[in-house]
């Protein structure tokens, strides 16, 4: 079992900035890569990025590219979402997820981020 929980969410003003964690805890040695999904109101889930746990590769969503950084702490089990220039379309829950090649695993209780125009 994974255990994950996220912080860093609140509101901002378009173009702003703001970096989620998620600090993992339990079974960490058995993480393939952590991502990063979020889901506006009314909305399915989407993909916004991806980092392998061991070699810190690193994929993100076409839309966040260029604007959205993953970065991790293996010492510490953290993983960041650092987000600038937010845009109101960034609006949403964002959670991380354990993701095991083929399917995510185990996710957190998400945490929100509001951007106004």
């Known amino acids: 079992q994974v255990q994950l929980v996220e912080s860093g969410g609140g509101s901002v003003q378009a173009g702003g900035s703001l970096r989620l964690s998620c600090a993992a805890s339990?079974?960490?040695?058995?993480?393939?890569?952590m991502d990063w999904v979020r889901q506006a109101a009314g909305k399915g889930r989407e993909f916004v990025g991806r980092?392998?746990?061991?070699?810190?590769?690193?994929e993100y969503a076409d839309s966040v590219k260029g604007r959205f950084t993953i970065s991790r702490d293996n010492a510490n089990n953290l993983v960041y979402l650092q987000m600038n220039s937010l845009k109101p379309e960034d609006t949403a829950n964002y959670y991380c997820?354990?993701?095991?090649?083929?399917?995510?695993?185990?996710w957190g209780q998400g945490t929100q981020v509001t951007v106004s125009s």
């Open positions: 339990g079974r960490t040695f058995s993480i393939y890569a």
């Open positions: 980092i392998t746990w061991s070699g810190g590769n690193t």
């Open positions: 997820a354990v993701y095991n090649g083929r399917m995510y695993e185990y």
